[in-house]
Nanobody
């Protein structure tokens, strides 16, 4: 069964950096989409960044220029490098995967990790 496990979340000061990792297992598909989503208390889950199996990427406007999504196919690991963090980036971050997806929209992402908490203080 597909399993996604996030790590790297922490509490940092505004302006700091973090790198989130998502280790994937049991995912045999050669064609796929993977993405990072986040959800803050009282807010809907929003797409942050996504990447497909060809390496094409998409970013939410709020993180463009600050966050970078990447993947290490040999290690089956997805990353989210987060720089210049802001308090509004505070949220639970989730890794998601699907064979067919709509980039930053949750539809088509059938597998989700448990999340890793990112807290940014001013």
């Amino acid at each position: 069964q597909v399993q996604l496990v996030e790590s790297g979340g922490d509490s940092v000061q505004a302006g700091g950096s973090l790198r989130l990792s998502c280790a994937a297992s049991g995912y045999p598909y050669s064609s796929y989409y993977m993405g990072w989503f986040r959800q803050a208390p009282g807010k809907e889950r929003e797409g942050v960044a996504a990447i497909d199996s060809d390496g094409s990427t998409s970013y939410a406007d709020s993180v463009k220029g600050r966050f970078t999504i990447s993947q290490d196919n040999a290690k089956n690991t997805l990353y989210l490098q987060m720089n210049s963090l802001k308090p509004e980036d505070t949220a639970m971050y989730y890794c998601a995967a699907g064979r067919v997806a709509l980039w930053l929209l949750p539809y088509g992402y059938n597998y989700w990790g448990q999340g890793t908490q990112v807290t940014v203080s001013s």
